[in-house]
C-alpha cells in the first residue's frame, strides 16, 4: 500500500513511534528499533509520528524514575486550555523540551546492574527529536479512566 503513496493510520505503543531514543537503550533492541524507525528505512520522510503526553504513569517498583514531569511548563506553552490537544513538537517551545523531564516515566530499562531506570535519565534528547507531534492531555488525566466519567 505505502508503494503506491497510499497513506495508513497504525495505532501502537508509543515506544514504537519514538523517532529516536536513547544510544545505549537502543543498542540492546536488535531488529526491534520501532515502527517509524523501520518504516523511514523504507519510505523515508512519509511518516509522522504522534505519541501521547501527560497523566499519571505509574512506575515498575524499585525503579529510579525521571523527575515528575513538569506539565505546568507544558500547559503555559499552550494557547489553549483544551484537552486533549494535538501539539506539533516541531515548534518551538516544545521542540526544545527534554525528553527527560516529560517522558522520564515511560519506558525502563531493567537489564545490568543498577537495577531498572528510566531510558532518558540522563539523555540530551528533546522531544523535537522523538517525535512530530503528541497528543497532550494534560497533567491531571487518569489513563485507567473510562471515556465519559
Known amino acids: 500500500m505505502l508503494q503506491k503513496h497510499g497513506k495508513a493510520l497504525v495505532i501502537y505503543g508509543a515506544g514504537h ?4 531514543m536513547p544510544p545505549d537503550y537502543l543498542s540492546g533492541m536488535g531488529q526491534d528499533i520501532g515502527i517509524v524507525r523501520m518504516l523511514e528505512r523504507e519510505y523515508p520522510g512519509r511518516t509522522l509520528a ?3 503526553l501527560g497523566g499519571h504513569l505509574a512506575i515498575p517498583p524499585g525503579a529510579t524514575a525521571g523527575p515528575d514531569p513538569d506539565y505546568g ?3 503555559r506553552a499552550l494557547k489553549t486550555p483544551d ?3 494535538l501539539v506539533p513538537l516541531q515548534r518551538l517551545p516544545f521542540r526544545d523540551f527534554k525528553a527527560e523531564e516529560f517522558m522520564g516515566r515511560t519506558i525502563f530499562n531493567c537489564r545490568g546492574p543498577g537495577g531498572c531506570r528510566s531510558i532518558f535519565q540522563g539523555s540530551p534528547l528533546t522531544l523535537g527529536q522523538m517525535a512530530d507531534a503528541c497528543v497532550y492531555v494534560g497533567a491531571d488525566a487518569d489513563p485507567k479512566a473510562k471515556p465519559g466519567r
Do not use: G, L, Q
Open 17 to 20: 513511534f519514538y523517532r529516536t
Open 50 to 52: 504522534v505519541i501521547p
Open 73 to 75: 511548563k507544558f500547559d
Open 83 to 85: 484537552r486533549p490537544v
